[in-house]
């Protein structure tokens, strides 16, 4: 929804959109991934998996990620470096911005995930209720 507001606003050109997540994809139902992903490509949203936000200075305007792959003992950045990150030591990276929207992680409570409701069907699940 930024990025549209930003193209209808006239200042897209000028601004660079990010989508950094902990984890691997940018959402984990596979149908919604695919959409998601072709959307991302056409307008250009730069796609950061592995990047766990750890912590944000609001007067400096900076978050700071911890590049989270598994195996990997350093980051790099992009060709050009278009976001101006910042490699701090071998995993964390420092990210200036002007608008930051993050959403904490969900889950469902513990005693939701361990009930049957949650439970998931599947080679060695069980999953019948």
């Known amino acids: 929804m930024a990025e549209e507001y930003f193209r209808k606003s006239g200042v897209r050109a000028k601004t660079n959109v990010l989508f950094a997540t902990p984890g691997t994809v940018i959402f984990g139902v596979p149908e919604f991934a695919k959409t998601l992903n072709k959307i991302i490509h056409e307008r250009n949203i730069i796609f950061k998996p592995f ?6 200075d609001a007067e400096k305007q900076e978050i700071y990620f911890q590049y989270s792959k598994p195996g990997e003992s350093n980051c790099t950045i992009m060709e050009g470096n278009p976001l101006g990150e910042e490699i701090i030591g071998a995993t964390e990276i420092k990210v200036h911005y002007d608008m930051l929207h993050l959403a ?4 469902a409570p ?6 049957k409701v949650s439970i998931q069907e599947g080679p060695g699940k069980g999953g019948s209720m």
């Open 51 to 56: 990047y766990a936000p750890v912590k944000i």
């Open 104 to 107: 904490p992680p969900q889950m």
């Open 110 to 115: 513990k005693f939701i995930q361990e009930s």
